[in-house]
Nanobody, 110 residues
Framework: QLQAFGGGLVQPGGSLRLSCIGS????????IGWFRQAPGKEREVIAC????????YFSDSVKGRFTVSRDDAKNTVYLQMNSLKPEDTAVYYC?????WGQGTQVTVSS
């Protein structure tokens, strides 16, 4: 099972760190993608990290504000989100191959 944690309500300019945790299997050998879906919009990929952690990708919408990392000892992949904007409000998901994790809501509002 794959699940994202760490969402919540944050003011514009604030930060949150999301965690993607695998239970029952090891994330170690897998590339992980982070996606989000805002109300009324399609789900979009925002970040990816390779299985070795040495290659990352960010969409233009989050580049320079978000970082992604992994701790295979904790079976966890992180999405650090800084300088959050209201347009970052969405449900955030992690994904391995065809498998989606349960999402977590991020709301950026004053």
């Amino acid at each position: 099972q794959l699940q994202a944690f760490g969402g919540g309500l944050v003011q514009p300019g604030g930060s949150l760190r999301l965690s993607c945790i695998g239970s029952g299997f090891s994330l170690e050998h897998y590339a992980i993608g982070w996606f989000r879906q805002a109300p009324g919009k399609e789900r979009e990929v925002i970040a990816c990290i390779s299985n070795s952690g040495d290659r990352v990708y960010f969409s233009d919408s989050v580049k320079g504000r978000f970082t992604v990392s992994r701790d295979d000892a904790k079976n966890t992949v992180y999405l650090q989100m800084n300088s959050l904007k209201p347009e970052d409000t969405a449900v955030y998901y992690c994904k391995i191959g065809p498998n989606w994790g349960q999402g977590t809501q991020v709301t950026v509002s004053s």
